[in-house]
């Protein structure tokens, strides 16, 4: 997926428009990119996120990134 697309979904995906993505929100962020997956695969996901909170747009973008590409793997 394109820079512009994790754009437009980080847009999609930032319910409260706080400008972050919360944990929660990544969740779903997740499954739609990248369908549905066991609560193992989410947990090793979210783990690849560090201790953040919260993910603002760029760091988002990189994250989904390196995602896409383990996955692809």
Not at 5 to 16: C, G, H, L, N, S
Not at 45 to 72: N, P, T
């Amino acid at each position: 997926m394109s820079d512009n697309k994790y754009r437009e979904a980080f847009q999609q995906f930032d319910e409260d428009g706080n400008g972050a993505i919360s944990s929660d929100e990544l969740r779903t962020a997740l499954r739609s990119a990248f369908g549905e997956m066991d609560d193992s695969e989410m947990e090793n996901l979210l783990a690849m996120k560090g201790d953040k909170e919260c993910l603002d747009m760029d760091e988002f973008v990189a994250f989904m990134q390196s995602v896409e590409a383990s996955r692809s793997e």
